[in-house]
């Protein structure tokens, strides 16, 4: 919980306060816990809940932010295609089989997770704002300080590494993490 925390604040000390907030709150709250999912799930989406507020909170006060650097990123989308935009041989999409057989199982998303681990910082953070806590993209924009076209750039090269990622060590046979 408090690695995923982390990737979203970009704070640890912000990120440890909202991971003692949600456990917190499901404290307080367990006798309103239905049992119509896992305990963790629950107390997961109570997290993932306060760590929109928190966003939305430190868009709403004035803060200066570093300058994020995207050195690098483009030489990785750039080897994939040819000059007409057409996957290279080598590069295309393998075939990944039916999603159900190949998402049950645990060692999937441990994978999943080492992959997602090794994107860089920015397209790791956007990727789950979008996916995971499924925000808006002008709220995503604002709290990455980037533009909706950059914004697509980052989900779009977070998913082509994520599926480099997979093709490798999962659905290649080598079931290991990055």
Partial sequence: MLKFAILQLSDPVVAEDAVQEALAGALKNVSTFAGQAAIKTWVFAILKNKIIDTIRQRQKLAQLAPLVSFDGEADDVDTLFDRRGIWKAQNRPTDWGTPEDNVLGR??????????????????????M??????ATADICVDAGVSVSNLNVLLHRARLRLRNCLEKHWFQGEKRAC
């Fill in 130 to 135: 979008r996916e995971f806590m499924d925000m």
């Fill in 107 to 128: 060692d999937f998303w441990r994978v999943f997770d080492a992959c997602l681990n090794h994107l860089p910082a920015q397209q790791g953070k956007v990727f789950m």
